[in-house]
């Protein structure tokens, strides 16, 4: 398979990552240098399966679905490599997490990730997810490509 050049939907997204719906939480990747960096983006649905129960009154992303958004952001940046197709990416760990913004249904978060370290199958990302301008979350996460 050659590698895809972005921008690119759900279609390539689904060739290049394992998940599908309802956990599949990106929607378009923008901008992508294999291994190094990406940049996506996911739409909040107003329909998403976790706006009845989160919460009731006033539906608000769990943050653990953003700091997943990021996760799978930064699997699109190491799956796409030729060494690393048909893997899977498993989370492995996040450092420094931080939430700075309600995220709501409406919104769109532009997800990006940075490859800043790779040690045989293991390796680290700083990842961003924004609304706007505004910084929504931010993390160190760690991951391991399965051999």
């Not at 390539?12 to 990406?38: M, Q, T, W, Y």
Request: net charge negative; glycine share 8%.
């Amino acid at each position: 398979m050659q590698q895809p050049a972005a921008p690119f939907g759900k279609d390539v997204i689904e060739s290049i990552l394992p998940h599908r719906e309802p956990f599949l939480l990106i929607d378009e990747v923008h901008e992508l240098d294999p291994g190094r960096r990406v940049v996506a983006s996911w739409a909040i649905r107003e329909d998403a399966f976790w706006v009845p129960g989160h919460f009731p009154e006033r539906a608000v992303l769990p943050g653990v679905l953003i700091v997943e958004s990021m996760a799978q952001t930064g699997a699109v940046a190491v799956l796409v490599e030729e060494e690393n197709r048909g893997k899977i990416a498993f989370f492995a760990g996040i450092d420094d997490c931080r939430f700075k913004r309600v995220v709501e249904p409406g919104d769109v978060l532009t997800l990006t990730c940075e490859i800043d370290a790779v040690r045989g199958p293991i390796g680290r990302g700083k990842a961003t997810a924004h609304v706007g301008d505004t910084l929504a979350a931010r993390g160190t996460l760690t991951f391991a490509v399965e051999r």
